[in-house]
Nanobody, 114 residues
Framework: QVQLVESGGGLVQSGGSLRLSCAAS????????MSWYRQAPGKQRELVAV???????IYADSVKGRFTISRDNAKRTLYLQMNSLRPEDTAVYYC????????WGQGTQVTVSS
């Protein structure tokens, strides 16, 4: 069974940085696009960033210029580098990939204090 495990979340002050990782239990070379989503308390889950298997990226307007998505197929890992963090970035961040079925990670909490 394919599993995605996120790590790297934590508490950071406004303006700080974090790097999230999403480790897959299988090769991600065939996964196609991989994504990061987030869900803040009381809000719907929203797309943060997507990276295709060819390296094309798409970002939510709210994170453009601050977040960078990347993937290392050899390490079977998806990353999200988050810079200039703001309190409104506080959320649980989830990794998502489509293998032969949709797969979600368990989430990692990111809290940005003002």
């Amino acid at each position: 069974q394919v599993q995605l495990v996120e790590s790297g979340g934590g508490l950071v002050q406004s303006g700080g940085s974090l790097r999230l990782s999403c480790a897959a239990s299988v090769s991600i070379s065939s996964a196609g696009a991989m994504s990061w989503y987030r869900q803040a308390p009381g809000k719907q889950r929203e797309l943060v960033a997507v990276m295709s298997s060819r390296g094309t990226t798409i970002y939510a307007d709210s994170v453009k210029g601050r977040f960078t998505i990347s993937r290392d197929n050899a390490k079977r890992t998806l990353y999200l580098q988050m810079n200039s963090l703001r309190p409104e970035d506080t959320a649980v961040y989830y990794c998502y990939a489509l293998f032969n079925r949709p797969v979600w990670g368990q989430g990692t909490q990111v809290t940005v204090s003002s």
